[in-house]
T-cell receptor
Framework: EAGVAQSPRYKIIEKRQSVAFWCNPISGHATLYWYQQILGQGPKLLIQFQNNGVVDDSQLPKDRFSAERLKGVDSTLKIQPAKLEDSAVYLC????????????FGPGTRLTVT | DAKTTQPPSMDCAEGRAANLPCNHSTISGNEYVYWYRQIHSQGPQYIIHGLKNNETNEMASLIITEDRKSSTLILPHATLRDTAVYYCIVKVDKIIFGKGTRLHILP
């Protein structure tokens, strides 16, 4: 089966610019996650969707980050405006609704903010 | 959430068993132990999980002590492809990653 797809793989922007990341989860996976991974640290959950709805966005910096999951499939994560500290790898993951501990991760998008 | 403690790094000779320890002394009765790994430049990969009993799958074995305060992930015959950061996670509903153990497999 096809894995979790993410694009772009790399992005370089200047601070105060905006950027968007796209994720296509594994077919049939109801739950979708966005993580931020800063160099040297483990991934940090930003937001979790269950179908179309948000389950957890407690660690999403809502003043600059937004995410949506239209029709319960693809998702986009946006940062506007970007800050230097947003430089990180943004990982998307998905899981079956009843097997949420087994998350399948995409390759990630490496964002560099200069 | 229970906190986990893992050594920052470990070495293991290729072909030998890699034993990765994890302390979780504040684990609650309904919290599972999960293990993920992250190979360089890839997303994390689920390995195994358990509650009380020891578990084994095609990738690894998980040994949980009787008091559940610690566990060990065992890779029975480590290969160079097992070089990765290994995360031990304890949680009921949400996966929270720490810094993990960086495992180096030595040829």
């Amino acid at each position: 089966e096809a894995g979790v797809a993410q694009s772009p793989r790399y992005k370089i922007i200047e601070k105060r610019q905006s950027v968007a990341f796209w994720c296509n989860p594994i077919s049939g996976h109801a739950t979708l996650y966005w993580y931020q991974q800063i160099l040297g640290q483990g991934p940090k959950l930003l937001i979790q969707f269950q179908n179309n709805g948000v389950v957890d966005d407690s660690q999403l910096p809502k003043d600059r980050f937004s995410a949506e999951r239209l029709k319960g499939v693809d998702s986009t994560l946006k940062i506007q405006p970007a800050k230097l500290e947003d430089s990180a790898v943004y990982l998307c993951a998905s899981s079956q609704e009843t097997v949420s501990y087994e998350q399948y991760f995409g390759p990630g998008t490496r964002l560099t903010v200069t | 959430d229970a906190k986990t403690t893992q050594p920052p790094s470990m070495d293991c000779a290729e072909g030998r068993a890699a034993n990765l320890p994890c302390n979780h002394s504040t684990i609650s009765g309904n919290e599972y132990v999960y293990w993920y790994r992250q190979i360089h430049s890839q997303g994390p990969q689920y390995i195994i999980h358990g509650l009380k009993n020891n578990e084994t799958n095609e990738m690894a074995s998980l040994i949980i002590t009787e008091d559940r305060k610690s566990s060990t992930l065992i890779l029975p015959h480590a290969t160079l492809r097992d070089t990765a950061v290994y995360y031990c996670i304890v949680k009921v509903d949400k996966i929270i990653f720490g810094k993990g153990t960086r495992l180096h497999i030595l040829p």
